[in-house]
């Protein structure tokens, strides 16, 4: 985490976005997404600047072979993930750290793309929007997320909040940059500033997707910067009730979530304390103290299909997490989705 971070862009499909996309293709970049995601069969498939090369029995990552990956623990990577569509990051090559120039205006004066950790996109994408969805995302400044989102196209209706009024109103500057000011009506995107932990209060049994991105500790940004660091003495407590507000929260994202619907819980922390734990203890009390049943979905194909891009961690029991990597140094991502039952 010390070396340089990589970014990857987000493509704005509301600013010209083919001829920003073969901007970037021609410095080298491809498509993470395209370049792995299936196709329906008779489909054209990725470009061919975007197909990988294919690994038949060597080497990937930590020494296993494509063959070991896809029969890990007990011989079963399940069927291809669900991936929310139309959402491309274009990302330079394992190895390459040149760096993206900073997004321009385009066409109708939005930006091109969004620069962020392309581990990011991965909620986004797991969170397997349909046409018609309701979702909510109960963590939402910056924004990037949120943007991966709408990239869809496909959402009926769009709540994005934060409990910061100062992250809210950055977050609002965001979408205006991205996103043609018709679209961000209250009836189709509503911006609001909430302390998530009561969104019970708002709205339950509704969204058909939820996104809960928690705060956490930042493990990059703590280790590189000075400025509101969360290891400062004076953040001491803040610090330490951190897993219990995640908690709190993704309890508040899964009432807020129909039967049936679907949540992912997210951090850019290493510690299991804020990943793991937190889900377990969710399980746990969803169940116990409010009826609800959920089930774990598996993300295991997830690292099969995005393992030429990012480094994940071996043997997670619960939830994914993309480790930072020299060749390959975006992360510290963990994300788990869970699917609400009753």
């Known amino acids: 985490m010390l070396c340089e971070q990589k970014y990857g862009a987000l493509l704005n499909n509301l600013s010209s976005p083919e001829a920003v996309e073969a901007e970037l293709r021609a410095q080298g970049c491809v498509d993470f997404v395209g370049c792995s995601a299936p196709v329906p069969e008779g489909a054209g498939g990725a470009p061919e600047q975007d197909r990988l090369p ?4 060597t080497s990937s990552q930590d020494g296993e072979t494509e063959r070991e990956i896809g029969s890990r623990a007990a011989g079963e ?14 990302v330079y ?24 950790d392309a581990a990011s996109v991965l909620p986004a994408l797991v969170l397997d929007v349909q046409e018609g969805h309701s979702v909510l995302d109960l963590c939402a400044a910056p924004g990037g ?29 965001v979408l205006r940059s991205f996103v043609h000011k018709e679209l961000l009506t209250d009836d189709r995107v509503r911006i609001t500033s909430f302390d998530g932990r009561k969104w019970e209060e708002f709205e339950r049994n509704f969204f058909d997707r939820v996104l809960v991105d928690v705060p956490c500790t930042t493990d990059r940004h703590s280790l590189i910067e000075e400025e509101n660091n969360i290891f400062k003495r004076a953040r001491t407590k803040e610090r330490q009730r ?14 807020a979530a129909r039967p ?7 951090t850019c922390s290493l510690s299991q ?47 994914e997490l993309v480790l930072p990597h020299l060749s390959a140094n975006f992360g510290p991502i963990y994300l788990c989705k869970l699917r609400r039952l009753n």
């Open 145 to 173: 997320k949120a943007l991966a989102l709408l990239q869809t196209g496909l959402l009926r209706f769009l709540c994005v909040n934060d409990v910061s009024s100062s992250r809210t109103a950055r977050l609002r500057a």
């Open 242 to 255: 951190l897993p219990q507000v995640q908690l709190e929260l993704l309890l508040s994202g899964i009432q």
């Open 273 to 319: 304390l804020q990943n793991q734990y937190v889900v377990e203890q969710a399980l746990q009390q969803a169940r116990e103290e409010h009826g609800v049943a959920l089930e774990v979905v598996d993300l295991r194909p997830l690292t099969h299909l995005f393992r030429d891009t990012f480094h994940f961690a071996p043997d997670t029991h619960l939830g």
């Open 93 to 116: 090559p394992k190895g390459d750290i040149s760096r993206f120039k900073p997004a321009r205006p385009r066409a109708y004066g939005l930006l091109g793309y969004y620069l962020l």
């Open 77 to 90: 990577v399940a069927a291809t993930p669900r991936l929310s569509p139309n959402i491309r990051c274009l």
């Open 260 to 266: 049936g619907g679907e949540v992912v819980y997210s």
């Open 54 to 57: 294919e690994v038949t029995g």
